[in-house]
């Protein structure tokens, strides 16, 4: 990422109201994942590479 100018990444949380968007618009919501496992960010791995990371 660093080696294609990239200097800054923003990570978001992950919505748990997906599941309510997709019924609102008729469709079905099947996440290919836990929902209930939160993903571990690992800022540490950017700043290595002079990337500025945001948790919003």
């Known amino acids: 990422m660093a080696e294609n100018g990239v200097s800054k990444i923003e990570f978001?949380?992950?919505?748990?109201?997906?599941g309510a968007k997709y019924a609102?618009?008729?469709?079905i919501y099947r996440p290919t994942f836990p929902e209930e496992v939160r993903p571990e960010i690992?800022?540490?791995?950017?700043?290595?590479?002079?990337?500025e990371v945001s948790v919003l």
């Open 12 to 18: 978001l949380p992950y919505n748990t109201s997906a």
């Open 24 to 27: 609102a618009a008729g469709k």
């Open 42 to 51: 690992r800022p540490e791995i950017f700043e290595k590479y002079r990337i």
